[in-house]
């Protein structure tokens, strides 16, 4: 009797702390890896990323050695995207374009720019291979100034390896939970977003797959504070035509008790501001968290030790949570 007390006791206490699948993926998230993959991105040795130059080459590396490592598959077959940007030439100050029909007219010009880029992506299958989701943040940065007096390196700890770090946390989590989910999931590393969304929207204009895009969950800045008595403020960019995703979030932050403050802002056609625009145009459903501007915004002292790691980390659970659903549900 006594022993079958003890056993039912030994029961009721391992079911009481055993872990969902949902629950393992995000109590993997913390702030140890978040510091880890943002200190050697925002490093000065990086050289502020700029796009096609030397320091955004070694942070795809980064992310990709960091994906394999992880045990994230590549999408499709490899885990770069190549491409190249075109504009006119420096004196003309044009912007840059990766659409075929504008780098075919640049391409007749004697003097014309061209940049090499790529994206970086990962995969998770899953269930039902006809949809797929997509969540991403732009890897790249301003680079070096040189005529700058003192500082001379964008950092772009905030802008955006706060992002990335999200994506690899995220990616990460989905393994953790040991659950495949309904939708298959690309993991995006944009390249090229200071010079106009350019890695964004090559991978939309050079999409041909079969495969339904369900929906898109960007992150662009979400490591520091706005207002400093707001710590735990941050921007919930949403299609408005999905009220779901803002219940979403106010369930979980509840049943999860997440430490966030958000800005709910239901958006009819979100294409302004960073990559959702390349989703947003094509009528693809977006979320995108941003912890909006402050003083270091596009300057060099957008330094790693600046980084506000709780509110960090609280957004990268919240918008795991966001996409546990986005990749899980059929309708929303
Ligand atoms: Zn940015």
Redesign the pocket.
Known sequence: MKNNLLYLLLLLSTHAFAQSPKEKGLNSINKESAEAYITFLAHDLLEGREAGKRGSRIAAEYIKSVLQGIGIKPYPETYYQSFEAYSKERQKRTRFYVHPDTIAKYREEDAHRKLELKNVLGYIEGKNKNECVIIGA?YD?LGIDESLANDKIYNGAD??AS?VSAVLQIAKAFLMSGEKPEHSIIFAFWDG??LGLLGSEYFMLSYNSSVKIKGYLNF??IGRNNNETKPKQVVYFYTEAHPAFGEWLKDDIICYDIQLEPDYKPWDKPIGG?DNASFAKRDIPVIWYHTDGHPDYHQPGDHVEKINWEKLVSITKAAYLNLWNLANLDKY
């Open positions: 732009h940065h802008d955006n992002g977003e200071e662009d800045m960073s």
